[in-house]
């Protein structure tokens, strides 16, 4: 088993900046990449960007335009999703995620509001 947990969520103006955190625990030896979901009301779950740990490799939804930057470290098992620029439509849940087959472990969530 893993457990996600996330932090770093708020309420920020548009243009602002947030830095959510997620760190696993547990079976941390399984994982090999790490994500960043989110989801707004009404509105389905969607990745945001994953990082993986074997290659370095990283990927985007394509229309956040390179506002958004993920990292992390392994040797604590943490990652970052560095958000600049905010937009109001960045409003959201946001989930953090690791895929160990055959399934998905997700955190709880943390909230990001983002006001005009």
């Known amino acids: 088993q893993v457990q996600l947990v996330e932090s770093g969520g708020g309420l920020v103006q548009a243009g602002g900046s947030l830095r959510l955190s997620c760190t696993a625990s547990?079976?941390?030896?399984?994982?090999?990449?790490m994500a960043w979901y989110r989801q707004a009301p009404g509105e389905e779950r969607v990745l945001v960007a994953r990082?993986?740990?074997?290659?370095?490799?990283?990927d985007y939804l394509e229309s956040l335009e390179g506002r958004f930057t993920i990292s992390g470290d392994r040797r604590d098992m943490t990652v970052y999703l560095q958000m600049n620029s905010l937009k109001p439509e960045d409003t959201a849940m946001y989930y953090c995620n690791t895929y160990i087959s055959p399934g998905n472990y997700w955190g709880q969530g943390t909230q990001v509001t983002v006001s005009s």
């Open positions: 547990g079976r941390t030896f399984t994982i090999w990449n």
């Open positions: 990082l993986n740990w074997n290659d370095g490799r990283t």
